[in-house]
């Protein structure tokens, strides 16, 4: 059975770092994107951005508004997907979801779909 | 504001169907995948649709999608009391080179 697990999440000061891990199990870690999605409080969701898996070079992307805050990685030989938050505004205030990703790019079309979610971790950030 | 427009809110009572719009753009829905996403009170959302129509194993054929142009849209047949969530549709944006996700539409059953 396919299960991620995210877990650092927390109470943080604005401007301040914090880096959520995302354990997975059940399946072959390293052949898989892996994408966040965050959720604030009373919201909908939010695509945060994906780190591809190492077949598709590792690649990242970053929704706007975090680019250039957050950055993603993986640690493939323990299955855990990094997400470090620096630089935080109470706007990142939110429920952050750790998701398996499926990404085909083609010509024509992109097919993807995230087929497995964690239960999330609540980040709040506040003075 | 999202970037792809759903109603707010739907309702139907048991044994009915419902659909749920989702309209977009040519830089997103028409041109790439449509899924779509169900999210329980309290819980993470879980996939329901992907690839425009295509039901992953498990999930009931009483859900149903389709996609035309810059719309798509999910319709459930013989509404239950369980299938009150909240629906995500989400296409990727060539624009963002990500995907964006509607408002949610939370989902009544009278």
């Known amino acids: 059975e396919v299960q991620l697990v995210e877990s650092g999440g927390g109470l943080v000061q604005p401007g301040r770092s914090l880096r959520l891990s995302c354990a997975g199990s059940?399946?072959?870690?390293?052949?898989?994107?892996m994408s966040w999605v965050r959720q604030a409080p009373g919201k909908g969701l939010e695509w945060v951005g994906f780190i591809r898996s190492k077949a598709y070079g590792g690649t990242t992307e970053y929704a706007a508004s975090v680019k250039g805050r957050f950055t993603f990685s993986r640690d493939d030989s323990k299955s855990i997907a990094y997400l470090q938050m620096n630089s935080l505004e109470t706007e990142d205030t939110a429920v952050y979801y750790c998701?398996?990703?499926?990404?085909?790019?083609?010509?024509?079309?992109?097919?993807?779909?995230?087929?497995?979610w964690g239960r999330g971790t609540l980040v709040t950030v506040s003075s | 504001q999202s970037v792809l427009t759903q109603p707010p809110s739907a309702s139907g009572t048991p044994g009915q169907r419902v659909t749920i719009s989702c309209s977009g753009s040519?830089?997103?829905?028409?041109?790439?995948?449509v899924n779509w996403y169900q999210q329980l009170p309290g819980t993470a959302p879980k996939l329901l649709i992907y690839t425009n129509n295509q039901r992953p194993s498990g999930v009931p054929d009483r859900f149903s999608a389709s996609k035309s142009g810059t719309s798509a849209s999910l319709a459930i047949s013989g509404l239950q009391s369980e299938d009150e969530a909240t629906y995500y549709c989400a296409a990727w944006d060539d624009s963002l080179n990500g995907p964006v996700f509607g408002g949610g539409t939370k989902l009544t059953v009278l």
């Open positions: 059940g399946f072959a870690f390293g052949d898989h994107d």
């Open positions: 998701t398996r990703a499926f990404i085909v790019q083609v010509t024509a079309a992109t097919y993807w779909y995230f087929g497995h």
């Open positions: 040519s830089s997103n829905i028409k041109k790439n995948t």
